[in-house]
């Protein structure tokens, strides 16, 4: 059995299981979920140390966990690793401190097999865009089969015509791992992200290329051209700096959690 080991617990994330339970409980004492108005398809969420972005990634899970899934899908932007194309993962299970979250192999090897972009690099996968996300899914999804995608140099159309496939099965819930503007001030951080966010909120392609700065922007970019050809809204449910945490705003990385969906 191939499991993809975790390379940034310990660090982006604690490596207890008890410690991350801890860092959820503490998070969601931190708000109430109203009546949904949205029925959950895709979230949009950070990928940065559960210190300064796990309360805003946390909100997307906790917000999507109230449907059933059967598969998540995680789409990340690779930091380290080139590649033309983007990478599936095509592991047995996905290690966790909550426990391994198993790999929906067939489902993985049927796409890979579809789409030209997509290979499989292992080297690429040990990424903490997406790994940051295995302990939010383990606890809200337990149970649940996962799909890991990272990707390098790749048009974010051809993304969209993978996750439009990936739409018309409502058992599946679609992840985009991505944060905002890195190492600005944090005026210049708010103007750079309110771009983005106003692009996220109108479902506006062309407003990206105004400023917005995201690593992720080709995820983004490719989900919300889905939503426009899927007739689907979103809504952002947090926005937050760095700043907020180390109350330094002479440079600071911007993150923020979006829902996607049906408006119901």
Excluded: W
């Excluded at 339970?21 to 559960?50: D, M, Q, T």
């Excluded at 917000?63 to 598969?71: L, P, T, Y």
């Excluded at 929906?104 to 997509?118: I, N």
Aim: charged share 25%; hydrophobic share 35%.
């Amino acid at each position: 059995m191939s499991v993809r080991k975790t390379v940034v617990s310990g660090t982006f994330y604690p490596n207890d299981d008890k410690e991350i339970k801890r860092y959820i409980e503490h998070f969601n004492k931190g708000f109430s979920a109203n009546k949904l108005s949205i029925n959950p398809r895709a979230i949009i969420v950070p990928h940065a140390g559960y210190i300064y972005s796990g309360f805003t990634a946390n909100l997307a899970y906790n917000i999507a966990s109230k449907q059933k899934f059967k598969r998540v899908i995680v789409f990340g932007p690779s930091h380290k690793v080139y590649l033309d194309g983007a990478s599936i993962a095509l592991f047995d299970e996905y290690e966790t401190p909550l426990g391994n979250v198993k790999i929906d192999l067939e489902y993985s090897r049927r796409l890979k097999e579809k789409y030209d972009f997509l290979v499989f690099d292992e080297e690429l996968h040990y990424e903490h865009s997406t790994e940051t996300q295995a302990p939010f899914i383990k606890n809200y999804f337990d149970g649940i089969e996962m799909i890991e995608i990272v990707y390098g140099k790749v048009d974010f159309n051809s993304l969209s015509i993978l996750i439009d496939e990936l739409l018309e099965d409502t058992n599946n819930l679609i992840v985009i791992s991505t944060d905002l503007s890195h190492f600005h001030n944090l005026k210049d951080a708010n103007k750079l992200d309110n771009i983005c966010l106003n692009a996220i909120a109108k479902l506006d392609l062309e407003m990206f290329d105004k400023g917005c700065e995201a690593c992720g922007m080709t995820g983004v970019k490719a989900m919300i051209s889905s939503c426009l050809k899927n007739n689907l809204t979103s809504e952002v449910l947090h926005y937050c700096t760095s700043y907020d945490r180390t109350k330094d705003e002479s440079s600071v990385v911007g993150y923020s959690s979006v829902l996607i969906g049906e408006k119901i």
